[in-house]
């Protein structure tokens, strides 16, 4: 059965809610700049980097059974967070609402009771469950399956001064006791609710397609990896 959709890990249908038709999952845009040249013919593309894409609309088409429920359903179906799609399991968008509007103003005069929820989605689609990664011995390899960079979360256990190396970045890190937290999505450094940006020098890594070497030096005892594994 595909007539759902997940928000925030609360399915549709425990509002009475059905999908008739399921969004095509499309590729988002490379953000670009064409630039018309003076004297030759086609434009200039211009990258604004690799791996930059534009958000998306993803629309899903639902009925609703009880329409007393409508505000219940308008304070669910607001602001931002994860979107599941029965078209593809497995994992989730980072989206928003798009159309923050009264439902009943759409639903006032449609006898099937049928309307449109538009998702504003971030390019990447991250697979769920996935399980941290353990490293004892530097010089490990980690593969990500995935079709585009990851940005891990990544706690580093050792103490006093260690050097990081995630594929081709290097973090050097100092006055380390116990452990220090390496979060690239939020780009922080931490320790549980401790700032520790001051420990750390370097950019925080990421995990590129295929195989990324991890190793260091100093006293570490092992490396924790919360992957993030993500796909367009």
């Known amino acids: 059965m595909k007539d759902w959709f997940s928000w925030n890990s609360v399915r549709c249908t425990e509002y009475g809610i ?3 038709a399921q969004p095509s999952i499309i590729r988002p845009s490379e ?10 013919p086609g434009s200039l593309t211009t990258l604004e980097a690799d791996d930059v894409y534009d958000d998306f609309i993803l629309p899903v088409e639902c009925t609703v059974s009880d329409l007393s429920r409508l505000p219940e359903i308008c304070t669910w179906l607001r602001g931002s967070g994860k979107l599941q799609l029965a078209a593809r399991p497995g994992g989730f968008y980072n989206a928003r609402v798009a159309n ?3 439902f009943s103003k759409i639903l006032r005069n449609h006898e099937n009771r049928a309307f449109t929820v538009n998702f504003r989605c971030q390019p990447f689609w991250y ?22 960079f990851s940005e891990p979360v990544i706690t580093i256990y050792g103490s006093g001064e260690i050097t990081l190396m995630v594929g081709m970045t290097i973090v050097e890190l100092d006055g380390i006791t116990d452990s220090i937290t390496l979060d690239s999505p939020l780009m ?4 549980g609710v401790v700032s520790m940006n001051s420990c ?33």
Request: charged share 10%; hydrophobic share 35%; aromatic share 10%.
């Open 100 to 102: 923050q509007i009264e």
């Open 188 to 191: 922080e450094a931490y320790q």
């Open 31 to 40: 953000r670009v700049t064409f630039t018309n040249v003076p004297g030759r």
């Open 127 to 148: 697979q769920e469950n996935v399980p941290e990664i353990t490293i004892t011995a530097s010089g490990t390899f980690v593969t990500n399956p995935g079709s585009v």
């Open 200 to 232: 750390m020098s370097g950019d925080f890594p990421t995990l590129l397609p295929g195989q990324n070497a991890i190793s260091w030096t100093g006293n570490v005892t092992k490396v924790v990896i919360q992957p993030n594994w993500r796909y367009l």
């Open 18 to 20: 059905h999908v008739t």
